[in-house]
């Protein structure tokens, strides 16, 4: 029985039970696709990567296409059901049919394929070119999915969904499926966008619910490539598990077909959600399944998938880009770095009898000849395949024959490989395998070098040229590798647990770390030694980056220790303390509600002693719409006519941050603020309380913007260890409102404009047909806009009239604008001007210096616009050199009903 076929059958003994579970829907992108032609254009021997994928049965258009997909983020997860394709139209319609390639052809190296390599394409004979569609349905399975194009070009549509298209990846055990798409009959043709197109291109979709019982999430993922021989597997146990029996074997049927009877049950009954299979061997790949057992009294077995891994490789290949190769000297064309580059190898490792992908020395060179290799840092050398000079036929004799082979940590003291003083003579034919192997026996190198002594020509040629094919130099991975986080990772935790793959056989591992990298490059930081391949650092800083590396010893190797590279992260810019996202308004109660004005405790009960109200009375108690960060920010009102104060409080206790905000040695707390339009600063004071200590806020709390509240803590004076209230408030005898966002911890608080010039629009001078407008929600109670249906929509420059202008003074510099506006429908633009003011990057004004700030971004009635762009949207934005002093502003109406609110220069700050 295939493997396919058994796995179908497990699949559906427990689809049933999935029916009642949440399914996750998917959508996932192609990771290779490819148009194959069998026409004039194109041909058998050719294929086509342009932006548009045809499956064609016309006249002079004979194609088909392949799109391969990497399904394994969801394989392993559930069954998987509505299933379907979503394409991104071209410009034609017709019938087309998808088929899945089988399992053994589906990984394909696509970029090399053609009409008459390509699985699923009649090839054998190859067919007559131009020749209708004729598909191999030896490589194919039924067809899985029909359908007809839109007949639009650029139009996204999704086939109907398909149980067999489900079946079929539910079916796949390597994590690639791979389909092709052919005309369902001839006169028949569909095109559809590549994976590059920026709209995307083909995407596979569906749902996966999870199965009640079984087995899930392994760990080391399935077909992970590069396990250590020493892994412990996991998996997440299915949810009426009292037990778990664990296969484990090399062949993949064994496994999937194994019962209790087998010796491939290798944990029978582990009552623990891992098993250690003990010590595994190198390169080998396993297959291992978990099967859940229910407690008593039926003991049910949920059979799991087979999932697989392959085990480390005994050595690793030192990659060209680590490998600098020189030479005594070199024909013109046939460097020393033709022996480390693979060029003349094909995939599987023969070399042809191109010269030009060689090295040899020149005609008349009288030696000696030489070549050496310096490597990026010391390896552990295990050994050294050797394809020697593989001219055709006769100029084979080209090759080395006595030689030499030393090795060197400083490039200085040599020592010489003894048993190795010559080189086989290559076969002076195509498909040449190495033959000679020079075995290092581990020595610790930086240099190899390779002294030709002779070649195998001799006389015989009348010639010194010595040349040699390729090299390659296997090593046993003795430093530390892999690091965790990734080199040069950001917004790593504070906490954050480092960790690496550790170096075959070391027994202890002396890390380093340090902010200074050349402290740490250097060594003079002090290391701390571990026992295994993981560290805790005592206390990391927010918003720095690190630098770390990981030394191997072992002091009963005969190379003790093995220096690792240095690697980087940088941490998280910030701790949040309070983000708003977890509210909700389910009623207090009733299970997961979480209510803003339970944990913010405000007035609203109490408005004689306290004004404030924490979130909405009526509808949701959040703010979705206007937030500064994630999906939820939440509004503060406060009425202060008669308590005099309006404040909401938080015991950090609450909140998942705790009250120890000493972690990661933060300097500032930032409450990102959003003023009312009414809010009356003259009269209200708007304040943090921090444990005792009141600190005022000394901007504009009225203007409708996000700004950052930045608070010194160390002013402070208070220990971050135990934060035991946190307050906001407003004093004054006003009323209004205060948006609350995203308060965190930081070491560096967010850059800030050293200068923020802001203007009414309404305080400009307005003329016709512009007008000023009353509006309570503007920013200063007006705006302006045009007079309904006298806006012009052409591209002319703008007329002398129809204007504001808003007169602003700046204290010099380079500045940005950006502008508060409503739509009442659709995007707009209108005509921008400053003179006297230079303008970068250089653009092409139009007449009088007006700017076309176009593509306007709409948003709700009102808000503020991306920052002012000439003409179309992918412009950078617009930057005005102004020194010192009073300019106009001038806004020229162009958009139907474009609104003008507020505007905000923010300067450009250069160290």
Same mark, same amino acid.
């Given at each position: 029985?295939?493997?396919?076929?058994?796995?179908?059958?497990?699949?559906?003994?427990?689809?049933?039970?999935?029916?009642?579970?949440?399914?996750?829907?998917?959508?996932?992108?192609?990771?290779?696709?490819?148009?194959?032609?069998?026409?004039?254009?194109?041909?058998?021997?050719?294929?086509?990567?342009?932006?548009?994928?045809?499956?064609?049965?016309?006249?002079?258009?004979?194609?088909?296409?392949?799109?391969?997909?990497?399904?394994?983020?969801?394989?392993?997860?559930?069954?998987?059901?509505?299933?379907?394709?979503? #394409?991104?139209?071209?410009?034609?319609?017709?019938?087309?049919?998808?088929?899945?390639?089988?399992?053994?052809?589906?990984?394909?190296?696509?970029?090399?394929?053609?009409?008459?390599?390509?699985?699923?394409?009649?090839?054998?004979?190859?067919?007559?070119?131009?020749?209708?569609?004729?598909?191999?349905?030896?490589?194919?399975?039924?067809?899985?999915?029909?359908?007809?194009?839109?007949?639009?070009?650029?139009?996204?549509?999704?086939?109907?969904?398909?149980?067999?298209?489900?079946?079929?990846?539910?079916?796949?055990?390597?994590?690639?499926?791979?389909?092709?798409?052919?005309?369902?009959?001839?006169?028949?043709?569909?095109?559809?966008?590549?994976?590059?197109?920026?709209?995307?291109?083909?995407?596979?979709?569906?749902?996966?619910?999870?199965?009640?019982?079984?087995?899930?999430?392994?760990?080391?993922?399935?077909?992970?490539?590069?396990?250590?021989?020493?892994?412990?597997?996991?998996?997440?146990?299915?949810?009426?598990?009292?037990?778990?029996?664990?296969?484990?074997?090399?062949?993949?049927?064994?496994?999937?077909?194994?019962?209790?009877?087998?010796?491939?049950?290798?944990?029978?009954?582990?009552?623990?959600?891992?098993?250690?299979?003990?010590?595994?061997?190198?390169?080998?790949?396993?297959?291992?399944?978990?099967?859940?057992?229910?407690?008593?009294?039926?003991?049910?077995?949920?059979?799991?998938?087979?999932?697989?891994?392959?085990?480390?490789?005994?050595?690793?290949?030192?990659?060209?880009?680590?490998?600098?190769?020189? %030479?005594?000297?070199?024909?013109?064309?046939?460097?020393?770095?033709?022996?480390?580059?693979?060029?003349?190898?094909?995939?599987?490792?023969?070399?042809?009898?191109?010269?030009?992908?060689?090295?040899?020395?020149?005609?008349?060179?009288?030696?000696?000849?030489?070549?050496?290799?310096?490597?990026?840092?010391?390896?552990?050398?295990?050994?050294?395949?050797?394809?020697?000079?593989?001219?055709?036929?006769?100029?084979?004799?080209?090759?080395?024959?006595?030689?030499?082979?030393?090795?060197?940590?400083?490039?200085?003291?040599?020592?010489?490989?003894?048993?190795?003083?010559?080189?086989?003579?290559?076969?002076?034919?195509?498909?040449?395998?190495?033959?000679?192997?020079?075995?290092?026996?581990?020595?610790?190198?930086?240099?190899?070098?390779?002294?030709?002594?002779?070649?195998?020509?001799?006389?015989?040629?009348?010639?010194?040229?010595?040349?040699?094919?390729?090299?390659?130099?296997?090593?046993?991975?003795?430093?530390?590798?892999?690091?965790?986080?990734?080199?040069?990772?950001?917004?790593?935790?504070?906490?954050?647990?480092?960790?690496?793959?550790?170096?075959?056989?070391?027994?202890? #591992?002396?890390?380093?770390?340090?902010?200074?990298?050349? %402290?740490?490059?250097?060594?003079?930081?002090?290391?701390?030694?571990?026992?295994?391949?993981?560290?805790?650092?005592?206390?990391?800083?927010?918003?720095?980056?690190?630098?770390?590396?990981?030394?191997?010893?072992?002091?009963?190797?005969?190379?003790?220790?093995?220096?690792?590279?240095?690697?980087?992260?940088?941490?998280?810019?910030?701790?949040?303390? $309070?983000?708003?996202?977890?509210?909700?308004?389910?009623?207090?109660?009733?299970?997961?509600?979480?209510?803003?004005?339970?944990?913010?405790?405000?007035?609203?009960?109490?408005?004689?002693?306290?004004?404030?109200?924490?979130?909405?009375?009526?509808?949701?108690?959040?703010?979705?719409?206007?937030?500064?960060?994630?999906?939820?920010?939440?509004?503060?009102?406060?009425?202060?006519?008669?308590?005099?104060?309006?404040?909401?409080?938080?015991?950090?206790?609450?909140?998942?941050?705790?009250?120890?905000?000493?972690?990661?040695?933060?300097?500032?707390?930032?409450?990102?603020?959003?003023?009312?339009?009414?809010?009356?600063?003259?009269?209200?004071?708007?304040?943090?309380?921090?444990?005792?200590?009141?600190?005022?806020?000394?901007?504009?709390?009225?203007?409708?913007?996000?700004?950052?509240?930045?608070?010194?803590?160390?002013?402070?004076?208070?220990?971050?260890?135990?934060?035991?209230?946190?307050?906001?408030?407003?004093?004054?005898?006003?009323?209004?409102?205060?948006?609350?966002?995203?308060?965190?911890?930081?070491?560096?608080?967010?850059?800030?404009?050293?200068?923020?010039?802001?203007?009414?629009?309404?305080?400009?001078?307005?003329?016709?047909?512009?007008?000023?407008?009353?509006?309570?929600?503007?920013?200063?109670?007006?705006?302006?806009?045009?007079?309904?249906?006298?806006?012009?929509?052409?591209?002319?420059?703008?007329?002398?009239?129809?204007?504001?202008?808003?007169?602003?003074?700046?204290?010099?510099?380079?500045?940005?604008?950006?502008?508060?506006?409503?739509?009442?429908?659709?995007?707009?633009?209108?005509?921008?001007?400053?003179?006297?003011?230079?303008?970068?990057?250089?653009?092409?004004?139009?007449?009088?210096?007006?700017?076309?700030?176009?593509?306007?971004?709409?948003?709700?009635?009102?808000?503020?616009?991306?920052?002012?762009?000439?003409?179309?949207?992918?412009?950078?934005?617009?930057?005005?050199?102004?020194?010192?002093?009073?300019?106009?502003?001038?806004?020229?109406?162009?958009?139907?009903?474009?609104?003008?609110?507020?505007? $905000?220069?923010?300067?450009?700050?250069?160290?």
């Amino acid at each position: 029985m295939c493997k396919k076929l058994f796995f179908l059958i497990t699949i559906i003994t427990l689809i049933s039970l999935a029916g009642n579970l949440r399914a996750e829907p998917f959508s996932i992108g192609a990771v290779e696709d490819i148009e194959l032609g069998n026409d004039p254009q194109v041909g058998p021997g050719a294929s086509s990567n342009g932006s548009g994928l045809g499956a064609r049965d016309i006249t002079d258009r004979r194609r088909v296409f392949l799109v391969s997909y990497d399904i394994s983020s969801i394989k392993g997860k559930g069954i998987i059901s509505n299933a379907s394709f979503s #394409h991104v139209s071209h410009d034609q319609h017709g019938e087309t049919n998808v088929y899945g390639i089988i399992e053994s052809l589906d990984l394909l190296g696509i970029e090399s394929l053609t009409w008459n390599t390509a699985p699923g394409c009649q090839n054998n004979p190859t067919p007559a070119s131009n020749s209708p569609v004729e598909l191999d349905y030896a490589d194919l399975t039924d067809v899985l999915v029909t359908f007809t194009g839109p007949g639009s070009a650029l139009q996204r549509f999704s086939t109907d969904t398909s149980q067999a298209l489900a079946d079929f990846l539910n079916n796949d055990t390597d994590g690639i499926v791979t389909f092709l798409f052919a005309p369902a009959a001839e006169n028949q043709q569909l095109i559809v966008r590549s994976s590059e197109h920026e709209m995307g291109g083909s995407l596979l979709e569906g749902d996966v619910s999870p199965l009640v019982g079984i087995a899930l999430d392994p760990q080391p993922d399935d077909n992970n490539p590069d396990v250590i021989r020493d892994v412990v597997l996991s998996w997440t146990p299915g949810e009426f598990a009292a037990t778990h029996n664990v296969y484990l074997g090399t062949n993949f049927d064994d496994v999937n077909n194994a019962d209790t009877s087998s010796p491939l049950l290798v944990g029978p009954g582990v009552n623990i959600n891992n098993f250690n299979p003990g010590r595994l061997e190198f390169g080998q790949t396993y297959y291992w399944r978990v099967d859940e057992v229910n407690a008593a009294p039926d003991f049910t077995p949920y059979k799991g998938y087979t999932w697989t891994f392959t085990v480390e490789p005994y050595s690793i290949t030192i990659p060209e880009d680590s490998i600098t190769a020189t %030479a005594s000297s070199q024909a013109e064309g046939q460097g020393p770095e033709n022996t480390i580059n693979s060029s003349g190898l094909d995939a599987n490792d023969l070399h042809s009898t191109a010269t030009a992908d060689m090295w040899i020395t020149p005609e008349g060179d009288s030696g000696p000849a030489w070549i050496q290799y310096e490597f990026d840092k010391p390896y552990q050398l295990l050994e050294m395949p050797v394809w020697n000079y593989n001219g055709n036929s006769i100029l084979a004799l080209f090759g080395i024959k006595d030689v030499v082979v030393e090795y060197s940590l400083d490039g200085t003291n040599w020592e010489q490989v003894t048993d190795v003083t010559q080189f086989t003579k290559a076969t002076g034919a195509e498909g040449y395998a190495y033959n000679t192997v020079v075995n290092f026996n581990k020595a610790a190198a930086k240099y190899v070098r390779i002294k030709a002594n002779s070649s195998w020509g001799g006389d015989l040629l009348g010639s010194t040229q010595i040349g040699l094919s390729e090299v390659r130099f296997e090593a046993i991975p003795v430093a530390a590798r892999n690091p965790n986080p990734a080199d040069e990772a950001t917004d790593i935790a504070v906490d954050a647990t480092l960790g690496w793959r550790a170096g075959r056989d070391a027994d202890e #591992h002396n890390v380093y770390i340090s902010t200074d990298q050349q %402290a740490v490059t250097d060594g003079t930081v002090s290391p701390t030694t571990v026992n295994q391949n993981i560290y805790s650092p005592s206390s990391l800083d927010l918003g720095s980056t690190y630098y770390w590396r990981v030394d191997e010893v072992n002091n009963a190797e005969a190379t003790p220790l093995w220096e690792g590279a240095v690697w980087s992260f940088s941490t998280q810019e910030y701790l949040v303390v $309070e983000d708003f996202e977890s509210y909700n308004d389910i009623p207090e109660g009733e299970a997961g509600s979480n209510l803003v004005y339970l944990t913010w405790i405000d007035g609203y009960e109490n408005p004689s002693t306290n004004g404030s109200t924490m979130g909405y009375i009526t509808g949701s108690s959040v703010e979705t719409e206007n937030v500064y960060g994630g999906n939820q920010s939440v509004p503060m009102f406060y009425v202060n006519s008669t308590a005099g104060v309006s404040k909401v409080t938080v015991d950090p206790a609450k909140l998942p941050i705790g009250r120890n905000w000493a972690k990661g040695s933060p300097e500032k707390l930032v409450i990102w603020i959003y003023g009312g339009v009414g809010n009356n600063t003259a009269t209200d004071q708007l304040y943090a309380t921090i444990n005792s200590k009141k600190v005022p806020y000394n901007g504009n709390h009225s203007r409708p913007v996000w700004k950052p509240w930045i608070i010194d803590l160390a002013s402070l004076g208070i220990s971050l260890n135990n934060i035991t209230g946190l307050t906001i408030s407003v004093e004054g005898s006003g009323s209004g409102v205060i948006y609350l966002d995203e308060i965190g911890l930081y070491q560096v608080a967010p850059e800030v404009s050293s200068e923020e010039v802001w203007v009414e629009a309404e305080t400009g001078t307005v003329t016709a047909p512009m007008m000023k407008y009353n509006d309570p929600n503007a920013s200063g109670g007006q705006y302006v806009s045009t007079v309904t249906g006298t806006a012009d929509e052409g591209t002319a420059p703008p007329y002398p009239n129809g204007t504001v202008t808003i007169p602003f003074s700046v204290e010099g510099g380079t500045y940005t604008a950006r502008f508060r506006i409503g739509f009442p429908g659709g995007d707009d633009s209108c005509w921008v001007r400053i003179q006297g003011a230079t303008v970068q990057p250089e653009v092409t004004p139009l007449a009088d210096g007006w700017l076309h700030f176009n593509d306007i971004p709409t948003g709700d009635y009102w808000h503020w616009s991306q920052q002012v762009k000439h003409e179309g949207g992918a412009e950078p934005p617009v930057e005005f050199t102004m020194p010192a002093g009073t300019y106009n502003l001038e806004i020229a109406y162009r958009g139907a009903d474009l609104r003008i609110d507020a505007i $905000e220069f923010s300067k450009i700050d250069t160290e």
